[in-house]
């Protein structure tokens, strides 16, 4: 059974800065792209950030340039660095497998101050 545990989420100002991590157990991760999801209220849940197996990365157009993802198979962890946050990346940020979505994790707010 694949577990996603994030954390790393918190309360900021706009223009400050969060680093997200998700840990997944299980030995799949290593050879699996992953995402970074949000859902802020009232919207459906939409894909941030994903990174390949072997390192390639794609962004949501609104955060290109301000987040980035990245990963340590060896600590089974995905990153997510954001920078120059703004009130409408408010949300909940979640992790997950890019092909098959696996049971979510309890995610990490985020919340942006204006």
């Known amino acids: 059974q694949v577990q996603l545990v994030e954390s790393g989420g918190g309360l900021v100002q706009a223009g400050g800065s969060l680093r997200l991590s998700c840990a997944a157990s299980?030995?799949?991760?290593?050879?699996?792209?992953m995402g970074w999801y949000r859902q802020a209220p009232g919207k459906q849940r939409e894909l941030v950030a994903g990174?390949?197996?072997?390192?390639?990365?794609d962004y949501l157009d609104s955060v290109k340039g301000r987040f980035t993802i990245s990963r340590d198979n060896a600590k089974n962890t995905v990153y997510l660095q954001m920078n120059s946050l703004k009130p409408e990346d408010t949300a909940v940020y979640y992790c997950?497998?890019?092909?098959?979505?696996?049971?979510w994790g309890q995610g990490t707010q985020v919340t942006v101050s204006s």
């Open positions: 299980g030995i799949i991760f290593r050879i699996s792209a």
């Open positions: 990174i390949t197996a072997g390192g390639s990365t």
């Open positions: 997950n497998f890019r092909a098959v979505l696996r049971p």
